[in-house]
């Protein structure tokens, strides 16, 4: 793969695979995709399997009229590697979605491309 960070991120979910970025000589895992290391600039990262595995960092519900699809929860879901990312939580009102809810994550079509969502982890909900 000889394109850009997301763009190989977008692949491999593509491929039905959530991977992380990792510096080999730290061990520390990053999100979004990138070309170096925040903080340390090094050039050693590598491709990861996520275990799946997140907490819900912070919850908000966007309103939407009914015909729009009705309310959105849009979440900051720090990961059990380390990163933090937005998403939502899904299959669950969002008004239940809780700081601290641990959830899973899936891949999923939204708005035509495919992205990260979570549900919450076997008794969460």
Known sequence: MSQGPEAEFRER????????????????????????????????LEWVEASGE?????????????????PLNIAIIETAEGPRMMSRVEE????????GMKVRARIQEV???????????????
Not at 54 to 70: A, D, E, I, L, N
Not at 92 to 99: S, Y
Not at 111 to 125: F, I, K, M, N
Request: aromatic share 6%.
């Open 111 to 125: 708005q035509g491309e495919l992205a990260v969502v979570w549900t919450p982890a076997e008794g969460a909900a």
């Open 13 to 44: 979910l593509a491929a039905g695979r959530f991977m992380l970025q990792r510096s080999a000589a730290t061990g520390a895992f990053m999100f979004p995709p990138r070309t170096a290391a925040p903080g340390s600039g090094a050039r050693d």
């Open 54 to 70: 997140g907490t819900v960092y912070s919850t908000t519900v966007t309103r939407r009229r009914p015909q729009q699809g009705g």
């Open 92 to 99: 669950i009102d969002p008004e239940a979605v809780a700081i």
